[in-house]
Nanobody, 126 residues
């Protein structure tokens, strides 16, 4: 497994932007598929976006397509989530996740990941 630490959360007005980062420990970051998930109060954790080991393939939840962009820098052992045009319904704790995988397409479900960060709060005010 890999250790993950998220940063970049905060309070932003609707329509604003934030960039989340997920820093990973270890020397094999480039062998991991990565994902972002979020959990709002009283709701189950949901998929936001994922990226394969090389960055050549990405997947997004319909609710964030066109507004969020996932990316990674394997040289820096870091994954990012650029969030634009934020809405109050994007308010949640955002967590990054990892699974060692060199498949072409990154996983979508929480059960497919085995390493998780502690999460960072994103609050979007109306």
């Amino acid at each position: 497994q890999v250790q993950l630490v998220e940063s970049g959360g905060g309070l932003v007005q609707a329509g604003g932007s934030l960039r989340l980062s997920c820093a990973a420990s270890g020397r094999t970051f480039s062998s991991y598929a990565m994902g972002w998930f979020r959990q709002a109060p009283g709701k189950e954790r949901e998929f936001v976006a994922s990226i394969n080991w090389s960055g050549s393939s990405t997947r997004y939840a319909d609710s964030v397509k066109g507004r969020f962009t996932i990316s990674r820098d394997n040289a820096k052992n870091t994954m990012y989530l650029q969030m634009n045009s934020l809405k109050p319904e994007d308010t949640a704790v955002y967590s990054c996740a990892a699974i060692m995988s060199r498949r072409s397409y990154p996983p979508l479900s929480t059960s497919e990941y085995d390493s998780w960060g502690q999460g960072t709060q994103v609050t979007v005010s109306s």
